[in-house]
């Protein structure tokens, strides 16, 4: 190691500097030095565009990976609409989406009326598609698809609204999430003959929409191909299974040049478009020495950009215990138990993160209500919501979408300035409904009750939210008289976004407040408690 305490990087080199700076790239320096931004703990709500070639099809996720493993449900939806993946592969999905319906003003400016404060774009996925006009990797939209720069376009759009402006990485895994590209049918009438990626090279484009790029760039390579002699589908799924989709954020070491491209592609996308926040869809910094060497680079940069203050956001996920604080922690369609100690995100989809028609033919979208309930509770635990409404290929939303938009907008509009710019109480809640900490578990959950309720404060004053319709005599508990947690006097209490007075009493049991049939949301109401020694 250097005498900074550095692995040296072997795929950077002097070419590929960072920038200069107080952060040096390694994981102590990262913990002892950042706080994350006032702008962040204040904002409390983004919304999320995880859009790209992926949402043609209107299949739902991992298509571009699924497509190639025969037995799986969308290799048969491809089957049958663009035919076998052999003969039309992945490459000529990204040939067919144009975008040509995307109006970002319109949709900004929704997403705004539903009170989002930071607006994030996918840059790339594990497609290995970049959303953006990268001078590394020829595969992205300037060049091939819509023929637009999706990243420049939503950031000069976001931010003209006022809105902080991020992107979502995650292509440091294409290395072997794309695999199943590069095999072949174990079963039928065209067993053993491999998919497109394993045949198709620059000069099979003349004529074509890629004419001039490598679809080998696109793929990632036949880096650990799908051995031959498979004879059963179940017997290729677990293959798979077992070989190529084990997510290790270790950098490939038989492969030193995707590392490179990767950070190459990073370092321009930050550079280029100086993100407020940087999301990578990694349970760690991706690929090793590379990702704390973008790590350090944002921060610096970001130190730059702001004349010497720190305004970037860089989010992983499952952080250990021993690196809290160097970056915000995103729990991906999870929860956390109890208030937080450092600010945290969690980061979820009212359907599947790419566009699935079969959710909306079905109505199957997550509610408009558990979206403003995940909210407070996670806004509750010192944490942020990041929420994706998924566009289809064309660019559009669906209407179910556009309606629980409008919907948790006009709860926001009423009650959100018990949520923006708060800050958590001595507990996050009272209520039966308890949920564990940790990743993926929105479906083992239990909706939230209008028995649950969830406490911020701002200034000097205690916010109560209930995740239900509340009127007549609401008790809250945690206020009761003569306990450590219900210490302060309380000589005041509002709904939020209104001054009239409302009748309460307090006893040992708690506090009761006579909340008016009018003031009451299908969704939950917000409190004001004002008082003395309320709020530490």
């Known amino acids: 190691m250097t005498a900074a305490g550095r692995r040296p990087n072997p795929y950077r080199d002097a070419t590929d500097p960072i920038a200069e700076g107080p952060f040096q790239p390694t994981w102590d320096s990262l913990i002892a030095q950042y706080k994350a931004p006032d702008w962040f703990r204040d904002a409390k709500f983004g919304l999320w565009a995880h859009w790209g070639p992926q949402c043609q099809p209107e299949a739902g996720d991992w298509y571009a990976r699924h497509m190639y493993v025969q037995g799986h449900r969308q290799y048969d939806q491809h089957l049958a609409r663009y035919g076998h993946p052999a003969d039309t592969g992945f490459i000529d999905v990204i040939g067919q989406w144009k975008a040509e319906n995307w109006n970002p003003d319109e949709l900004l400016d929704l997403y705004q009326r539903a009170g989002a404060k930071y607006f994030v774009a996918m840059a790339n996925h594990h497609d290995n598609f970049d959303n953006y006009a990268s001078r590394w990797h020829d595969w992205n939209a300037t060049r091939v698809g819509p023929g637009k720069d999706i990243v420049g376009i939503w950031a000069q759009k976001a931010r003209a609204r006022g809105l902080k402006f991020g992107v979502t990485n995650h292509a440091a895994h294409v290395w072997h999430w794309y695999q199943t590209a590069y095999g072949y049918d174990p079963e039928g009438p065209r067993a053993g003959e491999r998919y497109d990626a394993w045949k198709l090279t620059r000069h099979d484009g003349a004529g074509k929409y890629w004419d001039g790029l490598d679809p080998q760039e696109l793929y990632g390579g036949a880096t650990m191909p799908m051995p031959d002699g498979l004879t059963s589908a179940d017997e290729a799924w677990a293959w798979h299974e077992a070989h190529d989709r084990v997510w290790d954020e270790a950098p490939p070491l038989t492969n030193p040049i995707f590392v490179r491209n990767w950070f190459r592609r990073c370092k321009d996308l930050i550079d280029s478009y100086k993100p407020d926040l940087l999301y990578f869809d990694n349970f760690d910094l991706p690929l090793g020495q590379a990702g704390l060497d973008i790590a350090a680079h944002f921060y610096n940069a970001s130190l730059q950009w702001h004349g010497g203050k720190m305004e970037a956001v860089l989010n992983t996920k499952e952080l250990p215990p021993e690196r809290f604080g160097a970056l915000v922690e995103d729990v991906e369609r999870g929860y956390r138990a109890e208030i937080e100690p450092h600010p945290w995100q969690t980061d979820t989809c009212i359907g599947e993160w790419h566009y699935k028609r079969e959710i909306f033919d079905h109505k199957a979208y997550m509610s408009a209500a558990a979206v403003v309930h995940r909210l407070c509770d996670v806004v509750a635990k010192n944490g942020n919501l990041l929420l994706s409404i998924p566009l289809r290929g064309d660019g559009t939303l669906d209407s179910q979408e556009r309606q629980i938009l409008e919907d948790v907008g006009a709860w926001n509009a009423r009650f959100g300035d018990a949520i923006f710019a708060s800050r958590p109480w001595r507990v996050a809640g009272e209520g039966p409904t308890q949920v564990q900490s940790g ?58 976004g209104h001054t009239a007075p409302l009748e309460f009493t307090r006893d040992a049991q708690g506090l009761h407040v006579s909340v008016p049939e009018g003031a009451s949301h299908d969704f939950g109401i917000a409190l004001r408690l004002i008082g003395k020694g309320l709020v530490d």
């Open 439 to 496: 990743q993926f578990g929105e479906a083992a959950a239990k909706p939230f009750t209008a028995g649950d309720i969830r406490f911020t404060t701002k200034a000097e004053a205690l916010h109560a939210i209930t995740l239900g319709p509340q009127s007549g005599r609401l008790t809250i508990q945690s206020m009761a008289e003569g306990t450590n947690l219900g210490q302060g006097s309380v000589e005041r209490v509002e709904v939020v």
